[in-house]
Nanobody, 120 residues
Framework: QVQLVESGGALVQPGGSLRLSCAAS????????MGWYRQVPGKQRELVAR???????AFADSVKGRFSISRDSAKNTVYLQMDSLKPEDTAVYYC??????????????WGQGTLVTVSL
């Protein structure tokens, strides 16, 4: 019903920057909240950043001041700008979107994940 396509993951040196994108398509009436999570092997998936329909944002303490999140509602796309990257930011990053379908049902959709590696 809804597909998410993520892009932007890469290998980057400490102190570098990356921008992740996540585009939603399908039977979308409206998207409410959008966010990014990350997961490393052996650990639980954790919230990185979230942006709600009205534009309010929330960030994990570990990324405050370094990451920003934005959305283009016309394109059903959410972005995660990551600056001053640290090795501990290395993880698979997952897009997460709350969607009101054309049927007016509300579902939560996860992306397939994109790998970010911060290393020399």
């Amino acid at each position: 019903q809804v597909q998410l396509v993520e892009s932007g993951g890469a290998l980057v040196q400490p102190g570098g920057s990356l921008r992740l994108s996540c585009a939603a398509s399908g039977s979308i009436f409206r998207i409410t909240d959008m966010g990014w999570y990350r997961q490393v092997p052996g650990k639980q998936r954790e919230l990185v950043a979230r942006i709600v329909d009205g534009g309010g944002t929330a960030f994990a303490d570990s990324v405050k001041g370094r990451f920003s999140i934005s959305r283009d509602s016309a394109k059903n796309t959410v972005y995660l700008q990551m600056d001053s990257l640290k090795p501990e930011d290395t993880a698979v990053y997952y897009c997460n979107v709350d969607v009101i379908l054309t049927s007016r049902s509300l579902i939560t959709v996860w992306g397939q994940g994109t790998l970010v590696t911060v290393s020399l």
